[in-house]
């Protein structure tokens, strides 16, 4: 009876045993590529690092172009085979180096390896990175890839993974819009451009708490009258410390840290309020436009926002003009579709701006039915055309 007992709890205690190895398979490795997890793969490249002090390593960030178009065109069937082609290509690339190649989220792959010079490992894996993307080329699908390369010192202290990361991450987005580049390195001067986006990113909430933002007006011009038509709001940063900033000292960060929606509602309402100021004062008032950044994706909650700061004032809608921006795709048009007719249906005015800046068609003007079109200047420049 009570060896019956003991071969019970035996065997219960070995099938609890192999659950836990198969819980912990799992939760360690990849069920598509079989490469680490991103949880897994941080965690063993950090003790990686710990324990070889002194070293130097290289980092790649990797992931495919347009990876979620190609998953909706495609399906997921082929975009697997994508996943694993690919982390096939970079098991190869790795070969020769100690190290770690994990998967993230959907398309995104991450290695980490020990190197003994900076520059050589560089090159290797430049050359390695080519072959990478000369061999995809010749799958079923055609892909593009990018990678990001950053590299630690080697005497640096309390080298992080989460540092490497983020620095190949950034040397990576830097080719982001650009298919003529495969990869990017993190070099000292983005380093420095880091640091501008953190100290940018630490003066940003106060900033609009304390009105440290204005908006200055630029006017529109009849060629026919010589008369002012229209303006347009551009956005200022009067910072305490650095004093008047133009836009392309922080848009560029606001973009892409999402805080430009912010900024974006408080020059609505700074302009309302200055429209405002001038009707009851019963001074002449023109049609003003405002940017509508490409971060706002959702027209709904765009209107909505932006109908209930336009209601706390006393101005005929035909007096707004919404600038918006171009999407080449096919979500985005239709986006921009959407917010287009709930702009009209509310009494605003749409333009176009930079329209000709990216994949341009005047066929998507029939669709888009805005009411002001305004070229951006590399549209045309006649060097752009050829007979």
Not at 38 to 63: M, V, W, Y
Not at 125 to 136: A, G, H, S, T, V
Request: aromatic residues 12%; hydrophobic residues 40%; contains cysteine.
């Amino acid at each position: 009876m009570i060896f019956g007992i003991l071969v019970s709890l035996f065997i219960e205690m070995s099938v609890l045993h192999t659950l836990s190895e198969k819980i912990n398979r799992e939760n360690d490795y990849d069920k598509l590529t079989g490469l680490f997890t991103r949880t897994k793969f941080e965690l063993a490249s950090q003790q990686f690092i710990n324990k070889n002090p002194h070293s130097q390593f290289i980092f790649i960030d990797a992931d495919i172009r347009g990876f979620k178009v190609l998953n909706q065109t495609y399906g997921a069937e082929k975009t697997d085979a994508m996943l694993v082609l690919f982390s096939k290509a970079l098991n190869r690339a790795a070969e020769g180096y100690t190290g770690y190649i994990g998967r993230g989220y959907a398309d995104r792959f991450y290695g980490l390896f020990l190197i003994s010079d900076e520059h050589r490992a560089i090159n290797i894996f430049r050359n390695k990175l080519k072959e990478i993307c000369r061999e995809i080329k010749k799958s079923d699908i055609v892909f593009y890839v990018k990678f990001g390369i950053a590299c630690s010192n080697k005497d640096e202290q309390n080298v992080s993974v989460q540092s490497l990361t983020g620095n190949a991450s950034f040397a990576k987005s830097t080719i982001k819009n650009n298919l003529m580049y495969q990869y990017a390195v993190f070099t000292p001067e983005m380093q420095l451009q880091i640091n501008k986006e953190r100290e940018i990113e630490s003066r940003m909430e106060k900033a609009l708490s304390n009105n440290e933002f204005f908006v200055i007006y630029q006017p529109k011009i009849s060629l026919k009258t010589e008369k002012i038509i229209g303006a347009e709001a551009l956005v200022r940063w009067n910072n305490p410390e650095f004093g008047v900033m133009p836009p392309a000292k922080f848009i560029p960060t606001f973009e892409k840290n999402g805080f430009i929606v912010n900024l974006d509602f408080y020059v609505y309402d700074q302009v309302f309020r200055f429209m405002q100021k001038l009707l009851d004062e019963h001074k002449p008032v023109v049609p003003v436009s405002m940017n509508m950044s490409r971060n706002h994706t959702n027209p709904e909650r765009f209107i909505a926002r932006f109908n209930s700061i336009f209601k706390k004032y006393n101005i005929p809608p035909s007096l707004v003009e919404i600038e918006i921006i171009e999407r080449t795709s096919e979500t985005g048009k239709l986006m921009l579709l959407e917010t287009t007719r709930l702009l009209h249906k509310h009494g605003f005015n749409v333009a176009m701006d930079d329209f000709g800046s990216g994949e341009s068609s005047l066929n998507m003007l029939n669709t888009i039915p805005v009411d002001v079109l305004k070229f951006d200047q590399s549209f045309l420049n006649p060097d752009n055309y050829t007979e």
